[in-house]
């Protein structure tokens, strides 16, 4: 058994803290000790936001439009040159 396993093993008996406030403080404490004067960063700046879960309908119309951005800016010329049709 790894060191690494061992580990997930113990924290699996004993867990401790919430990881992403763990990683948070992390990343706030080195973003903010860097010595640039830009914003503060506060510990939720680098945590997840959870949103509801989109619909299949939603992610559909999503990826329509995706594609459709996609094909229009370089979808149609790559086609045009390699003689492909015109999709646009």
């Not at 406030?21 to 010595?35: D, F, P």
């Amino acid at each position: 058994m790894t060191e690494f396993s061992r580990f997930c093993a113990y924290k699996k008996i004993e867990p401790w803290g919430d990881d992403w406030s763990q990683t948070a403080m992390i990343c706030a404490v080195t973003n903010n000790s860097e010595g640039r004067k830009t914003k503060t960063m506060k510990l939720d700046d680098f945590r997840p936001v959870y949103k509801k879960p989109q619909t299949p309908e939603e992610i559909g119309r999503l990826f329509g439009l995706f594609a459709k951005l996609q094909n229009a800016s370089n979808g149609s010329k790559h086609n045009r040159q390699a003689g492909g049709p015109d999709l646009g």
